[in-house]
């Protein structure tokens, strides 16, 4: 049986998480369900923060990219973290793929690109880890 008084909680906390960085209705919801708020009183706050402006999927999804991005993270990471918080629409194409794997690599290696195939092979790992594709990792090693 849903309160009033169980709907303003949730809304609350809802807000209140919202008020510390944007999340996604996904991670909302998941983040709600823990504190052990029921399925009806959840989607009336998520509704209702949506309605208000507080939430959005397409904010939230513009933020989470700049910030993976900025941490040198590349799309094939990204793709996948923003495919466990619940989206599925976003696009990825405005930004440097090829540019950050070389940024990333320099950063981490130097200037100096390795002479030896073990020392390449360990950077080009490297690069994939962080989530670049296999085109974006060869262009940061220019020939």
Request: glycine fraction near 6%; charged fraction near 30%.
């Amino acid at each position: 049986m849903t309160t009033h008084k169980q709907q303003n909680k949730c809304y609350a906390a809802a807000l209140k998480m919202l008020m510390r960085r944007e999340h996604s209705q996904l991670e909302l919801s998941n983040k709600l369900q823990l504190k052990g708020f029921d399925d009806a009183d959840i989607k009336h706050s998520i509704d209702l923060l949506i309605e208000q402006k507080y939430q959005s999927d397409e904010r939230f999804t513009e933020a989470f990219i700049l910030m993976r991005y900025n941490q040198g993270k590349g799309p094939v990471i990204i793709s996948s973290e923003l495919k466990k918080r619940g989206i599925e629409s976003f696009d990825l194409s405005i930004f440097d793929w090829f540019g950050l794997a070389k940024e990333v690599r320099k950063k981490k290696f130097g200037l100096n690109l390795p002479s030896d195939y073990k020392t390449q092979a360990k950077q080009k790992r490297f690069l994939k880890s962080r989530g670049f594709g296999f085109d974006q990792i060869n262009k940061a090693f220019p020939r």
